[in-house]
Nanobody
Framework: QVQLVESGGGLVQAGGSLRLSCAAS????????MGWYHQAPGKQREFVAS???????DYADSVKGRFTISRDNAKNTVHLQMNSLKPEDTGVYYC?????????WGQGTQVTVSS
């Protein structure tokens, strides 16, 4: 079992920035593809970004050029730098650790972007 603990959410004005962090409790952190997902109020959870152990990244079209995902394999952490935030970025952000078939989720951190 892997525990994921997110931090860094909060309230920010449109155009502002936030940096989310996720700490993973596993010695096998390098084996996992780490990702971030977003769940807007009343909507399904959606993919935001992912990063492999080697540093390959993938982004949803809606965040390309605004968000940057990174990981520190020595500290078992993954970060999401969110810039130029928009009101539609509001919601709960979940950290995900995937090493098929192992798939773990954090409890989420709330991000609210005011217009």
């Amino acid at each position: 079992q892997v525990q994921l603990v997110e931090s860094g959410g909060g309230l920010v004005q449109a155009g502002g920035s936030l940096r989310l962090s996720c700490a993973a409790s596993t010695r096998l952190f390098k084996m996992y593809v780490m990702g971030w997902y977003h769940q807007a109020p009343g909507k399904q959870r959606e993919f935001v970004a992912s990063v492999t152990s080697g540093g390959s990244t993938d982004y949803a079209d809606s965040v390309k050029g605004r968000f940057t995902i990174s990981r520190d394999n020595a500290k078992n952490t993954v970060h999401l730098q969110m810039n130029s935030l928009k009101p539609e970025d509001t919601g709960v952000y979940y950290c995900n650790a995937l090493w098929d078939p192992r798939n773990y989720w954090g409890q989420g951190t709330q991000v609210t972007v005011s217009s």
